[in-house]
């Protein structure tokens, strides 16, 4: 049995674990900075580090706690060293490198974006049989869809990644977050554009779907410009006194920032237009590629009709984790430090942060 302890701090949230084989979770616990950040309408860089220099340690000690284990009865540390925040991966990498320092421990350095992957290699909470779920099968294709990227990636094996594209401008969960922003539903917006949606009518807009042609490439910028000039001729109108459609928002937690604008159709709209670019680029390249399934991974996976679309539209069994695998956490760092330490790989203690790490790729 190999126990790995992993250790997440790219962006807001403070995680650690313990995960055995690589797909068992003996724990996993997850510090959320969430109502921290909110105040400013997105993550604030210096008040996250800050505040995972106070949880990290806590987080870690219960992870052991839950899993009933000790330093010593670990076989690794993997932490994550990028993409993200430099201040935040800091205190992780840190963390990591001073533990197995002091208890001897190999170190392995973690890239975030095959996290996102690997949470489809963990065997959910809750599955119900004494038999774990089959172990995904190569050759197949990881959307991965965070705050901070959208890639669609070919995996021929594991660490085997060919990039088929990636957004030119905003990450899908940026782009979730902003227009929340506009329609004034908070933050984080992922979820609080899915809440509103479920009240709305996905076909009262038709908003731009950014093809790119045939690439697989993304773009979500448009899309976003398109409902910010909605937003906007709707606050025109309601100053010129016009007769602006009197419809009654939202979701009980959230209120407009304009009243008469009709949050919930445009964030259903919204959602639509983002998750239909997704599935079809993804449906597209699954054909192509002739792939055995589709992963999904990172925070906007955890939206429930880009969960039913992919299902629904892809003729090839889809993966997607449970939702509180699909946000960050320590798990999934401890599924891909199994897997990487079990391949011989070490990092030394001159393991550095690169917050614009990307995914190690091969040559198609
Ligand atoms: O993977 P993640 O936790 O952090 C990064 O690595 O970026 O992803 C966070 C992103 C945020 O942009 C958030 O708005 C989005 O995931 N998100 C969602 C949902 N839940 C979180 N987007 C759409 N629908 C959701 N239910
Ligand atoms: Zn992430």
Redesign the pocket.
């Known amino acids: 049995m190999t126990l790995i302890l992993g250790i997440e701090t ?2 807001d ?1 403070t995680g650690a674990a313990v995960v055995e084989n690589g797909r068992r979770i003996r724990s996993n616990v997850v510090a959320t900075q969430i109502d921290l950040h909110r105040q400013y309408g997105g993550v604030f860089p210096e008040i996250a580090s800050r505040q995972h220099m106070i949880t990290i340690t806590p987080v870690i000690e219960q992870a052991l706690k839950d899993a009933g284990v000790g330093y010593d009865d670990l076989d690794a540390i993997a932490v994550t060293y990028g993409p ?1 925040l430099a201040g935040s991966l800091l205190v992780g990498v840190n963390t990591a490198k001073a533990i197995a320092f002091a208890r001897n421990l190999p170190l392995v350095g973690i890239n ?1 974006l095959e996290g ?1 992957i690997y949470a489809n290699w963990l065997i959910p909470p809750d599955w119900p049989h004494p038999e774990p779920p089959p172990e995904p099968e190569f050759p197949l294709l990881a959307l991965i ?5 959208t890639e669609l990636v070919l995996m021929h094996g594991h660490g085997q990644y060919q990039l088929l594209g990636r957004t030119l401008d905003d ?4 782009a ?2 902003k227009v ?1 922003r506009l329609l004034g539903l908070g933050f ?4 609080a ?2 809440r509103a949606a479920r009240l709305g009518d996905p076909a009262s807009f038709h908003l731009p779907r950014a093809w790119l042609g045939d690439s697989y490439d993304f773009s979500f910028s448009g899309l976003k410009t398109a409902v910010l000039r909605i937003v906007r001729s709707f606050e025109e109108k309601a100053q010129a006194g016009a007769h602006a459609p009197r419809t009654r928002l939202i979701t009980s937690q959230s209120q407009p920032v304009v009243p008469h604008i009709p949050v919930n159709n445009l964030a259903a709209s919204f ?1 639509e237009a983002v998750v239909d670019v997704l599935v079809e680029k993804t449906r597209r390249a699954a054909e192509e590629f002739g792939v055995k399934m589709v992963l999904m991974g ?3 996976a ?3 009709r ?1 969960r039913e679309e992919m299902s629904r539209r892809l003729s090839v069994p889809v993966r997607v984790p449970p ?1 509180k695998l ?3 956490n320590g798990a999934v760092i401890g599924a891909v430090g199994y897997y990487r330490f079990i391949a011989g790989e070490r990092a030394g203690w001159d393991l550095d942060v690169v917050a614009g790490l990307t995914l190690p790729l091969i040559n198609p």
């Open positions: 790219s962006c949230e993200g975030h996102h869809v965070s705050g901070g990227h990450a899908a969960g940026e979730f977050d929340a984080p917006g992922g979820p554009i899915e959602q990172g925070g906007v955890a939206n429930t880009l939702v699909c946000t960050d």
